[in-house]
Every structure is written in C-alpha cells, then in structure tokens.
T-cell receptor
C-alpha cells in the first residue's frame, strides 16, 4: 500500500528559484495538509485542503502556494525560494469526520536553499 | 506561548526503566489528542490516541486531563527500540493538528 507519496526526498535550490513539492495519496482522504519542521519548533501547518477545489492557509503560508485539483494530489509550490525556507517538509492526509482518525505522513522532503 | 508545550529532553534512561512525558496545551477548544512517534529523519507515525479515561496499549499508557489541560505518556519497561522523539499533538476543529516540539527519548543498554 502506497499511502502518502511525497517527492522529491532531497532538494537544493538557489535563492529565487521556484519549485513544486509533490504529494499524492491513494486512501481517498478528504483532508490533506503541508507542514514544515524546523529544529525546536515542531511541525507547523503551511496550507491545508478539506477537499478537491478547496484550500486554506495555515500558520505559516507566506511564500507558498497550493492547489487541489483532485482528491489524490496536493502539490506545494515555492514561488521564490529564500534561505528561511530551508526546512523539512511533510505532507499528510487524514480521513475527514471522525475525531480520532490517524494522520498519515509522507516520507518528507529535505529542502536546502542556498 | 506555544499552543502545545513539551519538555524537549533528552531523557536518557536505561533499558527496563519507566519514563513519563508531559505535555500542556493552551487551546481549550482542542477536540482530541494524540502521541506520535518520530524516528530520526523519518516521518511522524501515530503511537496512540489519548482519552480522558486513560488508555493503555501494551507498555504505553496515555492520559488526558482536560481540567488541567495536561497530557501524559508513560512508557514501562523501556526498550532500545523506544528511542525516538515523541510528539504531543492536539486536533482542532476541522482536522487541524497542532504539534508540540517533541520530547527526545534515548534508551541505553
């Protein structure tokens, strides 16, 4: 079972470059989200989606865009990379509705902006 | 102030020890709580949900005290394989997860 597939695993960008982090899930989950994890900060929510065509901002959305054209895919776009965006990025999906449903995470993308 | 606060540790314990982690949360609207485990350079994975009545899964016991806004995780008979970072997580309305920064556990032989 694939679960949540996130690519790439590693990426180095130069300041000002743009890129897209891919995320796909095969569990038919309605809710998908992107987090970044920095040392000592825990995971922080960037953007989330409650279904195809619906997205919203999380805690730290600046510098990132998302779209949700299908239930399966939720790409994260960095518009103009900055060194402050050096981080580990995780995509997650959750079945909507029940209170204690598990969030499933992709394997993460380690992004370095130089 | 962070919404979910944890002691970052590290907790260094010998095999077989009992260790307890605590977590406090500030948003009383948080609806449910979890402990996730994260191994080094890996994604978080659900360890267990946390209920007010307390719940146990093998060597792991979790407890939620809504009045004190306090969550705990107790690990008995620690194994080397328990070494990881333990994340305290609250779920808010709409499936939003709020993460603590994590507590590092190192179990040594």
């Amino acid at each position: 079972n694939a679960g949540v597939t996130q690519t790439p695993k590693f990426q180095v960008l130069k300041t000002g470059q743009s890129m897209t982090l891919q995320c796909a899930q095969d569990m038919n989950h309605e809710y998908m989200s992107w987090y970044r994890q920095d040392p000592g900060m825990g995971l922080r929510l960037i953007h989330y989606s409650v279904g195809a065509g619906i997205t919203d901002q999380g805690e730290v959305p600046n510098g990132y865009n998302v779209s949700r054209s299908t239930t399966e895919d939720f790409p994260l776009r960095l518009l103009s990379a900055a060194p402050s965006q050096t981080s580990v990025y995780f995509c997650a999906s959750t079945r909507q509705g029940a209170m204690n449903t598990e969030a499933f995470f992709g394997q993460g993308t380690r992004l370095t902006v130089v | 102030r962070k919404e979910v606060e944890q002691d970052p540790g590290p907790f260094n314990v010998p095999e077989g020890a009992t260790v307890a982690f605590n977590c406090t949360y500030s948003n009383s609207a948080s609806q449910s709580f979890f402990w996730y485990r994260q191994d080094c350079r890996k994604e978080p994975k659900l360890l267990m949900s946390v209920y007010s009545s307390g719940n146990e899964d093998g060597r792991f016991t979790a407890q939620l005290n809504r009045a004190s806004q306090y969550i705990s995780l107790l690990i008995r008979d620690s194994k080397l394989s328990d070494s990881a970072t333990y994340l305290c997580v609250g779920r808010e309305y709409g499936n939003k997860l709020v993460f603590g920064a994590g507590t590092i556990l190192r179990v040594k032989s």
